[in-house]
C-alpha cells in the first residue's frame, strides 16, 4: 500500500514537501526498487516527474528541474519530494509508486498553487 501526503494550497513561489509511506507487501522489496514521483491533472495522463534508482541517482523531467528534488528513507519505506519555488504550472495530484508502476496506486496528494 502506498499512502502519499503533504501536498496543499500554497502560493506561487512557496514551497511544499510530499511524503510516500510504503506498507505492506510493497515494503520487502523496497530497498532494491527504483521509485518514482508521478502527476496528473485532469484530463491528462498521469506523467512521471522524477525518479530515483536503489543507489540514489536521481533524474527530472526538465520542467522541475533545479526546483524538485526526490530522496528515500529505505530504513522507514518512505520516498520524499522536495517542492520549491512552486509554479502556476505545477499542480497536479501526486503520486508515488515504483518506476515499474506497481498496480496499486495510492490516492495521491493534491497540490494547488495560486498565482
Known amino acids: 500500500r502506498l499512502v502519499e501526503s503533504g501536498g496543499g494550497l500554497v502560493q506561487a513561489g512557496d514551497s511544499l514537501r510530499l511524503s510516500c509511506k510504503a506498507s505492506g507487501m510493497i515494503t520487502s522489496v523496497f530497498n532494491p526498487n527504483n521509485w518514482g514521483w508521478y502527476r496528473q491533472v485532469p484530463g491528462k495522463q498521469r506523467e512521471l516527474v522524477t525518479g530515483?534508482?536503489?543507489?540514489?541517482?536521481?533524474h527530472y523531467v526538465d520542467s522541475v528541474k533545479d526546483r524538485f528534488t526526490i530522496s528515500r528513507d529505505n530504513a522507514n519505506k518512505k520516498v520524499y519530494l522536495q517542492m520549491n519555488s512552486l509554479k502556476p504550472e505545477d499542480p497536479a495530484v501526486y503520486y508515488c509508486?515504483?518506476?515499474?508502476?506497481?498496480?496499486?496506486w495510492g490516492q495521491g496528494t493534491p497540490v494547488t498553487v495560486s498565482s
Open positions: 509508486n515504483t518506476l515499474e508502476e506497481a498496480p496499486d
Open positions: 530515483i534508482t536503489s543507489t540514489r541517482s536521481t
